[in-house]
């Protein structure tokens, strides 16, 4: 059976300047990369700052939370009045479990310990896709929360690169789910 297609994409992050460089706003900043791609604008309505893109003559929107990342859910009921389903929704988000650089596309499964994506399932169920986007962990369990709020280790140059890479699977999962 063939997959439902991708009505929107939600990127995790936390707003504001303080946070806009680090780990924990990979989701941020690729749905950044996808808005100046594909045209899209960014406008505030309700909790979220929302982008709608054509991909491959697809209409997607672009979703970033102004809630902080531990209510992400918050900006779910943007998307269900308009009659999308779990299914149908794209969550990027920073993923330790991955080295940096690397990505894993998947559907359903729990949060595994990540804020966000807890608020979302608690929301609109655990059927969603997930682009996780490595972000490596640290050696010691107790620095995560550090961790994940500092900036990345890696140059600009780099991460830009890995940003670019994470928004061009996206357009490809999108495109052969239509």
Known sequence: ?????IRAIIGLGNPGPAYARTRHNF????VDELARLH???WRIKGEAEIAEIMIENQPVILIKPQT??????RVLPLLTKQGIKSEEIL?????????F?????????SARGHNGLKSIIGTIGDQFHRLRCGIGRPENREDVPDYVLASFAESWDVVQKSIAAAADMIGSFVSTNK
């Open 39 to 41: 045209g899209g604008s």
């Open 1 to 5: 059976m063939k997959e439902p297609r």
């Open 27 to 30: 989701g941020f900043l690729v």
């Open 101 to 109: 650089g690397r990505f894993a596309i998947k559907q359903g499964g």
């Open 91 to 99: 969550v990027v988000h920073d993923e330790l479990e991955l080295p």
């Open 68 to 73: 902080f990342m531990n209510a992400s859910g």
